[in-house]
């Protein structure tokens, strides 16, 4: 029998210990048939087979992102990029260029500024805005996602003054002067302008979420975890399928409170299918909710909080069982894994014929105990490497939870050592997509270093582990006969360029199902 494809001169890396590496590839329909020398796969070669001689490039199991927004981040897509911006006049430019392509009166969302790239090495003013576009709302996120500037016409839409009452947690900048407002919102006061800004139309949504499904096959990615945060996601994925615009392999996670509105939603598929269910243990660690033992740091008032009890949590997991999913429970803080462990615990001893694969989201703050009692019950811990070193450079984890605690915040080498699986994301559009980039901040990590891991353990938290996550390890994750044919094609080997070049590795192709979705040339 001939393939239908067959990829040769490659550096194919497997995953697969009893054959780390090989030189080819031969695929038919949908499936890997033969991993080997290009001696024996030219043997599979027929009239009708494509042929992709790779010149050398590296070959990996299709890569898979455990934790993505897909929706939000095809909203970003349509967003106003200002990563560029090297000054307060080049951000007008931007804005003014963007002003000119949008109707009067509808708003312009834009984020990526960052005030210490400015030459002017200051914030964005509210005359700035104003100038560059009269005629819109328009409201600007900082890359931090916790500062936004905006317009006279935006705060005028969502009725904020100088006597606005300030929400918890948030700032309004005012002039110290005169006590008008500078047009920069912080934290929760965010959100004071966002609720003005009026929600995409189905169509527009759809059109934003299918390229966003583009530009992560684009990025090497053939699976995700897509994280719905609402209904309407759901009726998204199933137009995306229908008219088949999805491109990768969809694993959809829902919250809690949706499992009802899943039923009849899809056949269960390889290319679609509602694989776990959200429980929300506690909060995050950047607004201090988080449930800690001991208060933080530099609060000590405050040690978060638990958003259930372990009665309700273990409703919550038998709930999600019972409608056949996998229980995906988010927990930050110590409190909240140790909460989380015993209802696991309880729940392993009561299914004990029908063994559960349970996750473990976010899992940050940990300790000896507590990754013993994750090793022993097959706990998968759910991570994002990016999200990691932004704890440590954006919120500050040291000094806000005291250099002991921060010695365990998602300790990734300890975990991996003492044998816990733990699976990578990206929690795009929060950071960006790229997984070179994921793994890169896992094997150069800044913070306590100890953690570091070698780039072939981050790479199977992309790949075998990931896959192990959601019980696919059967099906994706390494290159081997029988398994389907994701793969992913680099201009590099991962293993041999120089650790903190990792997240500049090009794509170079992207295939699913044996089919080619994205090609660089």
Same mark, same amino acid.
């Given at each position: 029998m001939s393939a239908d494809l067959a990829l040769i001169n490659g550096n194919v890396k497997t995953m697969n210990p009893s054959r780390p590496v090989a030189e080819a590839v031969a695929v038919t329909k949908n499936k890997i048939i033969k991993v080997g020398t290009n001696k024996e796969i030219n043997q599979l070669i027929g009239e009708k087979t494509k042929v992709i001689s790779l010149n050398g490039k590296t070959v990996l199991p299709g890569l898979i992102d455990t934790h993505i927004h897909v929706a939000d981040f095809g909203r970003c897509l349509l967003w106003l990029d200002l990563t560029s911006a090297g000054s307060i006049g080049k951000l007008q430019s931007l804005l003014k260029e963007k002003a000119k392509q949008t109707p009067a009166g509808k708003?312009?969302?834009?984020?990526?500024?960052?005030? @210490?790239?400015?030459?002017?090495?200051?914030?964005?003013?509210?005359? /700035?805005?104003?100038?560059?576009?009269?005629? @819109?709302?328009?409201?600007?996120?900082?890359?931090?996602?916790?500062?936004?500037?905006?317009?006279?016409?935006?705060?005028?839409? *969502?009725?904020?003054?100088?006597?606005t009452a300030v929400p918890s947690g !948030?700032? &309004?900048?005012?002039?110290?002067?005169?006590?008008?407002?500078? !047009?920069?919102?912080? /934290?929760?006061?965010?959100?004071?302008?966002?609720?003005?800004?009026?929600?995409?139309? *189905?169509? =527009?949504?759809?059109?934003?979420? +299918?390229?966003?499904?583009?530009?992560?096959? =684009?990025?090497?990615?053939?699976?995700?975890?897509?994280?719905?945060?609402?209904?309407?996601?759901?009726?998204?994925?199933?137009?995306?399928?229908? =008219?088949?615009?999805?491109?990768?392999?969809?694993?959809?996670?829902?919250?809690?409170?949706?499992?009802?509105?899943?039923?009849?939603?899809?056949?269960?598929?390889?290319?679609?299918?509602?694989?776990?269910?959200? &429980? +929300?243990?506690?909060?995050?660690? /950047?607004?201090?909710?988080? +449930?800690?033992?001991?208060?933080?740091?530099?609060?000590?008032?405050?040690?978060?909080?638990?958003?259930?009890? =372990?009665? *309700?949590?273990? +409703?919550?997991?038998?709930?999600?069982?019972?409608?056949?999913?996998?229980?995906?429970?988010h927990a930050m803080g110590d409190k909240a894994v140790d909460s989380a462990l015993k209802v696991i615990e309880q729940t392993s001893k009561q299914a004990a014929a029908k063994p559960v694969r349970f996750r473990l989201e976010q899992a940050a703050v940990l300790n000896k105990e507590l990754i013993k009692r994750l090793k022993t019950q097959k706990v998968v811990v759910s991570v994002q490497p990016k999200v990691i070193a932004s704890e440590f450079s954006v919120w500050s984890a040291t000094e806000r939870l005291g250099v002991e605690r921060a010695k365990w915040l998602h300790p990734l080498k300890t975990l991996l050592k003492e044998g816990v699986k733990v699976a990578g994301g990206s929690d795009c559009p929060m950071e960006p997509l790229n997984p070179l980039l994921g793994m890169q901040e896992a094997v150069t990590r800044q913070n306590f270093p100890e953690q570091r891991l070698t780039v072939e353990e981050a790479l199977r938290m992309y790949t075998v582990d990931a896959a192990y996550s959601s019980c696919e390890e059967n099906v994706k994750g390494s290159i081997e006969d029988g398994k389907i044919a994701d793969l992913t094609i680099l201009s590099n080997d991962p293993l041999a360029v120089p650790m903190d070049e990792l997240k500049d590795v090009n794509v170079e192709m992207t295939i699913i199902d044996g089919k080619v979705v994205y090609s660089k040339h």
């Open positions: 708003w312009i969302i834009g984020r990526g500024w960052n005030q @210490n790239r400015f030459k002017e090495k200051r914030l964005p003013k509210l005359s /700035d805005l104003n100038a560059a576009a009269p005629d @819109n709302p328009v409201i600007l996120y900082h890359e931090s996602a916790m500062i936004c500037a905006v317009n006279s016409k935006a705060l005028a839409l *969502a009725g904020v003054t100088e006597q !948030g700032t &309004i900048d005012k002039n110290p002067q005169t006590g008008e407002l500078t !047009g920069i919102l912080r /934290d929760s006061a965010t959100n004071l302008v966002w609720q003005a800004v009026p929600e995409p139309t *189905a169509d =527009e949504l759809l059109d934003a979420t +299918a390229l966003a499904c583009q530009k992560i096959a =684009e990025a090497g990615v053939t699976s995700v975890h897509w994280l719905v945060l609402s209904e309407n996601e759901l009726s998204i994925i199933q137009r995306l399928h229908a =008219e088949g615009k999805l491109l990768v392999r969809v694993n959809v996670i829902i919250p809690e409170a949706l499992l009802k509105k899943t039923i009849g939603f899809q056949p269960d598929s390889l290319m679609l299918h509602v694989g776990g269910a959200v &429980i +929300a243990a506690d909060g995050y660690l /950047d607004s201090k909710t988080a +449930a800690l033992f001991q208060p933080y740091s530099d609060e000590p008032n405050n040690s978060g909080r638990l958003l259930c009890t =372990e009665q *309700a949590l273990a +409703a919550s997991v038998a709930q999600v069982l019972a409608a056949g999913f996998q229980p995906v429970i």
